[in-house]
């Protein structure tokens, strides 16, 4: 009777995560569809980004759960209105495709979130956590815009939260594969950098790549502290619609002279990921993304952090690389790791996800860099883990 009720369960749970990893999926295509469509309609033009960063803020003011990337509210449990949701992800589409400096994580984690929960609660969810239907659905979404199906389940689970903790991961594992397939019928096989580049690691690059991921952990704080010192400043101005617009301005200003700093980004970062760009060109698009970012997401406008994060971290690899003689896949995956690891607190997913974009031969520069960069902003993990008691966030994103 025991066994027949629990193979009933997991049947059960297994469908239902299914289900709601392709509700993922959906939200995960819709941004990029957004995205898509914008950058066709505005023509690549930087000069249309204030006046959508200003409707947008205009937009995002009118409900306390559109403004900011959305992983902050995921984690602080504020994502509860699923139609509030599914209007971010069409506005933080339009932001990133008329050239501001965003990403899709966050705000379709956001839309998964409260989708989930109000599933959740019209389910009257019965034997598990609510939190299983939450990071299935979180999932689904994540691993479309990532085209990672594993390190998405193990991003979803670190960054909303210890509290959900590696129970989740069967659901979000099924979610996760649910939602890829979902993105993958609805806009085609996609990958989140489109080159890919051959490493074979030898122990000589060892000095190289610590030195490397040490470096990318400094440089990631900065990026982090950038944004929040930008939130900060631009919040002076009581208008979300103001703080947009001058935003939009010094982005479309900025991006006329370092293209590679606006929009996604990600096709500039394909091509310094394995060395098409050099590393003059690849500093100056590091400090304008940086720049852009800081400007987009610090005027409160609907938009994630994650594709920022990882074009950030490719442009400083690939600029740091001839002065500790590495290869450029080398130099941008230990960069990469590390900065996932910094501004998300997911030093295991940011590992995972370099090792499913580069290839197994990036595992060293992956885990190290994830390690080195954990540690770098966490200094007090180790000892506070022997000592048994609960450590310390890092560098998180959503810290203001």
Same mark, same amino acid.
């Given at each position: 009777? +025991? ?39 505005? @023509? @690549? ?32 449990? !504020? ?42 609660? !019209? ?151 394995? #060395? ?6 690849? @500093? ?46 080398? *130099? ?34 992956? *885990? ?8 770098? +902003?966490?200094?007090?993990?180790? #000892? ?8 310390? !966030?890092? #560098? ?5």
């Amino acid at each position: 009777m +025991v066994l027949r009720d629990d193979l009933t369960l997991t049947v059960r749970w297994t469908l239902l995560s299914l289900a709601l990893g392709a509700v993922g999926g959906l939200c995960a295509a819709t941004i990029t569809w957004t995205i898509l469509t914008v950058g066709r309609l505005s @023509g @690549g033009s930087v000069w249309v980004t204030p006046a959508v960063m200003a409707l947008a803020g205009a937009v995002s003011s009118l409900h306390p759960e559109l403004p900011g990337t959305g992983l902050d509210k995921a984690r602080q449990g !504020r994502a509860r209105d699923p139609v509030a949701g599914v209007l971010k992800l069409l506005v933080a589409g339009t932001v990133i495709g008329s050239g501001g400096s965003g990403g899709q994580v966050g705000p379709c984690v956001q839309s998964c979130v409260s989708i989930g929960r109000w599933c959740a609660e !019209r389910l009257g969810v019965k034997g598990l956590p609510r939190s299983w239907v939450i990071v299935a659905t979180a999932s689904g979404g994540v691993s479309g815009v990532l085209c990672a199906p594993v390190s998405a389940a193990l991003f979803t689970l670190e960054t909303l939260g210890g509290r959900l903790g590696y129970p989740c991961l069967p659901p979000a594992i099924i979610a996760s594969v649910s939602g890829y397939t979902v993105y993958y019928l609805v806009l085609g096989k996609r990958y989140l950098l489109t080159a890919h580049a051959g490493y074979a690691y030898s122990w000589w690059d060892l000095p190289g790549l610590t030195v490397v991921g040490l470096a990318a952990a400094v440089a990631a704080y900065g990026l982090v502290r950038s944004v929040q010192v930008a939130y900060r400043w631009f919040h002076r101005v009581q208008r979300a619609e103001v703080r947009a617009l001058l935003a939009g301005v010094a982005v479309a200003a900025l991006g006329a002279w370092v293209p590679q700093a606006v929009g996604l980004g990600l096709d500039w970062a394909s091509r310094a990921a394995v #060395g098409r760009m050099d590393p003059w060109c690849s @500093g100056l698009a590091f400090l304008g993304k940086v720049a852009a970012t800081s400007l987009t997401l610090g005027s409160g406008v609907p938009a994630g952090f994650v594709s920022p994060v990882v074009c950030a971290s490719i442009f400083f690899g690939s600029a740091v690389r001839a002065l500790v003689g590495l290869p450029a896949p080398a *130099a941008v995956a230990a960069s990469m790791s590390a900065f996932l690891a910094v501004a998300f607190d997911a030093p295991v997913s940011a590992a995972v996800l370099v090792m499913e974009l580069f290839g197994m031969d990036c595992a060293v520069p992956a *885990a190290l860099g994830a390690v080195l960069g954990y540690l770098t +902003v966490n200094p007090g993990f180790l #000892g506070e883990l022997l000592r048994g008691r609960e450590r310390v !966030r890092g #560098g998180g994103e959503d810290r203001r």
